[in-house]
């Protein structure tokens, strides 16, 4: 129903290398959201996603909302080590603020 | 940058015993919410709140759970009597006001309340 599955679970990766992580769902969403989380942290808003389709860049992150209304992706290109922390999506549905968050992906660069 | 406080940072109570974990969200926003976070899990919704009066609510947001906005810039989660399980970070989050800002669902969250129930 409301579940987000986010994939993959973990990434270990070279500095520099481009990441990719989506998160897909058997419901329609009419918002999609990216956070990263440090440890012990609150959530920190990366990008925000209102229309099907739609594509939005913040610096080096790059994240689209699915045409379907059911996936959104996250891209990071040239990682650096501040990159590390947990990246979550977050979709909401229509008539309800409740943000419904996915499983989390564990990111870890080496220098 | 305006953002999200919340007050405790960490809280260490006893199980039985009731707490109130304090939030100051963004100070133009209009719509309030509590999430929880069990340690190595994923972020849960418990609430939302607007126009001072519960919105939304979870199946965990059960009768041991309040919330309440006491003043014009508190918004606060009452525990009534504490379990071990409600050891979490608990995240206070706000979004801006209505449909035609454009901003349908930007949450802001807070850094959080760590709370350990012995």
């Known amino acids: 129903g409301q579940q987000l599955n986010q994939s993959p679970q973990s990434m270990f990766i070279q500095e520099g290398e481009d990441v990719s992580m989506n998160c897909t769902s058997s419901?329609?969403?009419?918002?999609w959201l990216w956070y990263k989380q440090d440890p012990g942290e609150g959530p920190v808003l990366l990008i925000a996603?209102?229309?099907?389709?739609e594509l939005t860049s913040n610096g080096r992150l790059t994240a689209q909302f699915g045409i379907t209304r059911k996936d959104s992706f996250l891209n990071i290109s040239a990682s650096i080590p501040s990159d590390v922390g947990i990246y979550f999506c977050?979709?909401?549905?229509?008539?309800?603020?409740?943000?419904?968050f996915g499983s989390g992906t564990r990111l870890l660069v080496r220098p | 940058e305006p953002e999200v406080t919340q007050t405790p940072s960490h809280q260490v109570t006893q199980m039985g015993q009731e707490v109130i974990l304090r939030c100051v969200p963004i100070?133009?926003?209009?719509?309030f919410y509590w999430y929880r976070q069990i340690l190595g899990q994923k972020v849960e919704f418990l609430v939302s709140?607007?126009?001072?009066?519960?919105?939304?609510k979870s199946e965990i947001f059960d009768d041991q759970f309040s919330v309440e906005r006491p003043d014009g810039s508190n918004f606060t989660l009452k525990i009534r009597s504490t379990k071990l399980e409600d050891s979490a970070m608990y995240f206070c989050?706000?979004?801006?006001?209505?449909?035609?800002?454009?901003?349908?669902?930007?949450?802001?969250f807070g850094p959080g309340t760590r709370l350990l129930v012995l």
């Open positions: 100070s133009n926003h209009l719509y």
């Open positions: 977050a979709g909401q549905r229509d008539s309800s603020y409740k943000l419904i």
């Open positions: 419901s329609i969403f009419n918002t």
């Open positions: 996603l209102y229309k099907a389709g």
């Open positions: 709140f607007y126009n001072n009066e519960i919105s939304e």
């Open positions: 989050a706000s979004s801006s006001p209505g449909w035609a800002s454009g901003n349908l669902g930007t949450q802001y």
